[in-house]
């Protein structure tokens, strides 16, 4: 079956740096996206990786391995704002999009 | 920008009532997708379509049906709802089906008593 695994739930303190890890199986691959999703809100897209190695974009990188199934988001010099739900997807072999239950992110003073 | 407007925001519906949750984009994107959110678990798509005169059933279709007769308007219709469809609905549009960023409406927030 096509699985994705991600943690439910990370603590970090303002201004470190958190890496949320995500593992998948699925039938192909089409690439991995990152979304993020704050309470009661629309999640907003991220990142895509299809190649394995490292995307940067400002405070946020994401990582893949599709060798190991594996991908993560690095967050860096933490804000309050990054208080939010982190949702990893992986695509098929037929562009259908598998989502993560997500993980929720707590950010502490 | 408008983007994807979804209505209405959030709704009580009587269980056996019918409820059409309405969806409408202005970005021209060709695909459109319906998902629901529950506690706990991953998005779940419930029908797409890839483009404007044709749909797709997703994961979770039972209970639901949808339309694309045009290319900007994707209603989601629960004909007759039961407790378990209540839920967060996101309709969600792209520029393709082979895309994986998605852009998100607000939501709508269904509740069946």
């Known amino acids: 079956g096509q699985n994705i695994d991600q943690p439910t739930e990370m603590t970090a303190t303002e201004g470190a740096i958190v890496q949320i890890n995500c593992t998948y199986q699925?039938?192909?691959?089409?690439?991995l996206f990152w979304y993020q999703q704050h309470a009661g809100e629309a999640p907003t897209f991220l990142s895509y990786?299809?190649l394995d190695g490292l995307e940067e974009k400002g405070r946020f990188s994401s990582f893949l391995s599709r060798s190991k199934g594996y991908s993560y988001l690095l967050l860096k010099e933490l804000q309050m704002k990054d208080s939010a739900s982190y949702l990893c997807?992986?695509?098929?072999?037929?562009?259908?999009?598998?989502w993560g239950a997500g993980t929720k992110l707590i950010i502490k003073p | 920008t408008a983007g994807i407007t979804q209505a209405p925001t959030s709704q009580i519906l009587a269980a056996g009532r019918s409820m059409t949750l309405r969806c409408t984009q202005d970005?021209?994107?060709?695909?459109m997708y319906w998902y629901r959110q529950d506690l706990g678990l991953g998005l779940r798509l419930i029908h797409y379509?890839?483009?404007?005169?044709?749909?797709g059933k997703g994961e979770v279709p039972d209970g639901y049906s949808v339309s694309r007769a045009n290319t900007d308007d994707f209603p989601l219709t629960l004909a007759s709802a039961v407790p378990s469809q209540t839920s967060v609905y996101f309709c969600?549009?792209?520029?393709?089906?082979?895309?994986?960023?998605?852009?998100f409406g607000e939501g709508s927030r269904l509740t069946v008593l």
């Open positions: 969600a549009s792209s520029d393709s089906e082979a895309t994986g960023e998605l852009f």
């Open positions: 970005m021209r994107h060709n695909a």
């Open positions: 379509s890839n483009t404007a005169g044709t749909t």
């Open positions: 699925t039938s192909g691959f089409n690439g």
């Open positions: 990786n299809v």
């Open positions: 997807a992986a695509m098929d072999s037929n562009y259908q999009l598998i």
